[in-house]
């Protein structure tokens, strides 16, 4: 085995030689892969790709839903030393533009459907398409390449022409911005390796069900537990309530993890004699509160949770069925927290302060946001990274999150930018002005989105027409619930916007409800290609 591949790859051959017709990931609806079928797929398509011109430190962008390719992708990358940067299949417009542009990226590995969102926003250096499918449109000054060059001769795919080191980026994780665009994080493999080994409830015997995008961590970690800790995982392409048990019981999934609504969702379900009735044994849930318990004592198995983010690897842990409500975990080894003030003085113990912290070991956590030394010197202050999360210790050790330093909006799972929903609003012709905050839903799970915006002409605002515009250009998940049109917004001395206090207003009876409009905004589904 050549030297100049990444552990990750030495790791994935020997899992191939040691144990080949092993079942390693296996694709809800679709293929079921042996560790054999790993090592030459991937190969397969690192080859493919180096006829292609992906060379090692390439930056490669993947705008797939969870798929053998999209799986394939990650492995074959790390073959050739190239840079994973997935995108939202849910993008579009700016948002969209902005990854493009901003990764620099030449290479992009996509789903045929979303052909048609490139046509009329600026690619920056993109220069060929792998279109995934049949279907697909023309952009000007983009190469389309057809999804069978992706097939390539497994036994000849050339290793990296340098050692590929621990510390060398692995992929790039964009995550949404709170007071400007999305920044990428930077993710090494030694940062990927901690962050998937922090899960300590898993182990080689486990199957793991991954629901989540591989855009985001807990999608590209929940498939790095099969590699790193033995065991195999089911890939679904979203996450859904009424086939989660069935899925369950087809592929014997041992552990998963669940987000806060998905557990509402499946505790809001009709309870039966077969709720015990299964082979899940582990779940992580976060967060951890009377709805993990109740979960955890309907469905009888072992509730875990922890706070992590794309820039972390799992500092906060704790489990099986942690007695205290609310925890996020305690410290988990080899990193060192602190809660500090504005100054970056410690509080005193019970008080809440923003949670910084840093590891025994470099490059196991992020080392920075790609093309943006500003963001990265703001996060690594002092020596310690900077997580924008307030949290207070308890007498018992555990960690509580309190609120968001920052005006990121959660929703349903997802973190959303305010700078960037309001960007989308501010293109519409009658919007003046707008502020997108996060307020607490009717029924008490997460956050919904509030727009309070001043318009040109309050008489003539039609409500109906702005969610028609917004279709798109932003995600289905970023669109704005609520709407409410003010003559002034509060203010600082300095003229900013006071987000706070239309936090604090909340939802009024001069606000207008999607919902109660009648307006469901659902994701594009794509299938598994």
Excluded at 43 to 52: D, K, N, P, T, V
Excluded at 122 to 146: N, P, Q, Y
Excluded at 160 to 186: C, F, N, R, W
Aim: charged share 25%.
């Amino acid at each position: 085995m050549n030297k100049n591949y990444p552990y990750f790859v030495h790791l994935l051959e020997q899992r191939a030689a040691e144990c080949p017709d092993e079942e390693a990931i296996l694709f809800v609806d679709g293929p079921r892969w042996t560790w054999r079928d790993v090592r030459h797929i991937a190969r397969a398509m690192a080859q493919g790709l180096q006829q292609i011109g992906v060379r090692q430190g390439d930056y490669v962008l993947s705008w797939q839903p969870n798929s053998p390719t999209a799986v394939a992708t990650i492995f074959a990358l790390a073959y050739l030393g190239a840079i994973y940067v997935p995108v939202n299949p849910n993008y579009r417009g700016a948002s969209l533009a902005h990854i493009i542009r901003h990764s620099n990226a030449r290479h992009m590995i996509l789903h045929g459907g979303l052909m048609d969102r490139l046509t009329d926003i600026d690619c920056g250096k993109l220069e060929k398409a792998i279109v995934l499918g049949t279907d697909r449109a023309s952009v000007a000054g983009l190469e389309i390449i057809e999804d069978t060059m992706l097939r390539g001769d497994a036994d000849i795919v050339q290793p990296p022409e340098k050692q590929v080191a621990d510390h060398d980026t692995q992929m790039v994780i964009y995550t949404s911005g709170t007071t400007g665009p999305a920044k990428g994080v930077l993710s090494s493999y030694r940062h990927g390796r901690t962050a998937a080994l922090g899960f300590r409830n898993i182990g080689p015997q486990d199957r793991n069900l991954t629901a989540m995008p591989f855009y985001h961590v807990g999608g590209v970690y929940g498939l790095f537990w099969a590699l790193f800790h033995g065991g195999s995982v089911v890939v679904q392409n979203g996450f859904s309530t009424s086939r989660f048990w069935s899925i369950v019981n087809e592929y014997a999934v041992t552990t998963t993890g669940l987000l806060g609504s998905m557990v509402d969702f499946l505790n809001a379900t009709e309870p039966s004699p077969e709720d015990k009735n299964h082979s899940l044994r582990t779940v992580i849930i976060a967060p951890y509160g009377p709805a993990a318990m109740r979960f955890a004592d309907r469905f009888g198995v072992d509730v875990y949770t922890e706070y992590n983010m794309s820039e972390l690897a799992v500092p906060l842990f704790c489990g099986p069925n942690p007695k205290v409500s609310g925890t996020c975990g305690v410290p988990s080894p080899g990193v060192e927290l602190r809660l500090v003030d504005a100054c970056d003085e410690e509080v005193v113990a019970g008080e809440t302060g923003e949670l910084v912290l840093r590891m025994e070991r470099p490059w196991t956590i992020s080392h920075g946001y790609l093309n943006d030394d500003k963001a990265t010197a703001s996060a690594w202050r002092n020596g310690w990274f900077h997580s924008g999360d307030m949290f207070r210790r308890d007498d018992l050790g555990h960690y509580h999150f309190i609120d968001r330093a920052r005006d990121s909006i959660r929703r349903r799972g997802e973190n959303i930018s305010s700078f960037e929903v309001e960007s989308a609003l501010l293109g519409y012709d009658d919007i003046m002005e707008a502020a997108a905050v996060g307020v607490p839903a009717p029924d008490g799970t997460e956050q919904e989105i509030l727009a309070v915006l001043r318009v040109r002409q309050p008489d003539n605002f039609d409500p109906l027409a702005l969610m028609d515009f917004l279709k798109g250009e932003i995600a289905h998940h970023m669109i704005p619930r609520f709407i409410r049109v003010v003559d002034e917004f509060p203010r600082t001395p300095t003229q900013k916007i006071e987000k706070h206090r239309l936090r604090d207003e909340g939802i009024r009876d001069d606000c207008w409800d999607r919902e109660k409009a009648g307006i469901l905004m659902r994701r594009t589904k794509l299938e598994m290609g």
